[in-house]
T-cell receptor, first 114, second 114 residues
Framework: AQSVTQLGSHVSVSEGALVLLRCNYS??????LFWYVQYPNQGLQLLLK??????LVKGINGFEAEFKKSETSFHLTKPSAHMSDAAEYFC????????????FGRGTSLIVHP | DGGITQSPKYLFRKEGQNVTLSCEQN?????MYWYRQDPGQGLRLIYY???????QKGDIAEGYSVSREKKESFPLTVTSAQKNPTAFYLC?????????????FGEGSRLTVL
């Protein structure tokens, strides 16, 4: 079954530092991968998605992610963190075989220090 | 503005009572989902519906029920059979195809059992 794993339940960075949030997927078939962001007491909103084509995907708010088949990874990065980036981030997959049900990682809480 | 509306935002329930969470969308999406969110566990799928008058159980359907009589509406009932219902509940609908379509979320309903 398709699943995604997010490494690290919490990531802490200083304002202006590089943000790196890790996501690995398990599948022999390239999946369709998404990153969502959730601010406190709100629903999730899409940051970016990979379906086919270019492996480097750019999203909103300066975030980007690179699909690496050799590493089964889809890590989320941002060159310079802002205080407003503090939120919960979820990696998700819409499996490419069998069930097309969106499944989510456990989430990574990004903490940004001034 | 198009979107998903969940109500109520906060709900308190006594043990043994059934409660119904409302989810309405005006995005003209066919597929809709209910997720439960608990700290550190990510989003877990309760029920989903791909089309009107059809719905399927997710990973944690026990103690919950749904209906899909209209395209716009997908209410979730938390029954007294749900042993630990205190959680944050998220409703979502999907744009486009099963593999590439992003999810649109409501702002959530927080249920507390007293």
């Amino acid at each position: 079954a398709q699943s995604v794993t997010q490494l690290g339940s919490h990531v802490s960075v200083s304002e202006g530092a590089l943000v790196l949030l890790r996501c690995n997927y398990s599948s022999s078939v390239p999946p369709y991968l998404f990153w969502y962001v959730q601010y406190p007491n709100q629903g999730l909103q899409l940051l970016l998605k990979y379906t086919t084509g270019a492996t480097l995907v750019k999203g909103i708010n300066g975030f980007e992610a690179e699909f690496k088949k050799s590493e089964t990874s889809f890590h989320l990065t941002k060159p310079s963190a802002h205080m407003s980036d503090a939120a919960e981030y979820f990696c998700a997959s819409h499996a490419s075989g069998g069930s097309y049900i969106p499944t989510f990682g456990r989430g990574t809480s990004l903490i940004v220090h001034p | 503005d198009g979107g998903i509306t969940q109500s109520p935002k906060y709900l308190f329930r006594k043990e043994g009572q059934n409660v119904t969470l409302s989810c309405e969308q005006n995005l003209n999406h066919d597929a809709m989902y209910w997720y439960r969110q608990d700290p550190g566990q990510g989003l877990r799928l309760i029920y989903y519906s791909q089309i009107v008058n059809d719905f399927q159980k997710g990973d944690i359907a026990e103690g919950y029920s749904v209906s899909r009589e209209k395209k716009e509406s997908f209410p979730l009932t938390v029954t007294s059979a749900q042993k630990n219902p205190t959680a944050f509940y998220l409703c979502a609908s999907r744009a486009g195809g099963a593999t590439t379509g992003e999810l649109f979320f409501g702002e959530g309903s927080r249920l507390t059992v007293l």
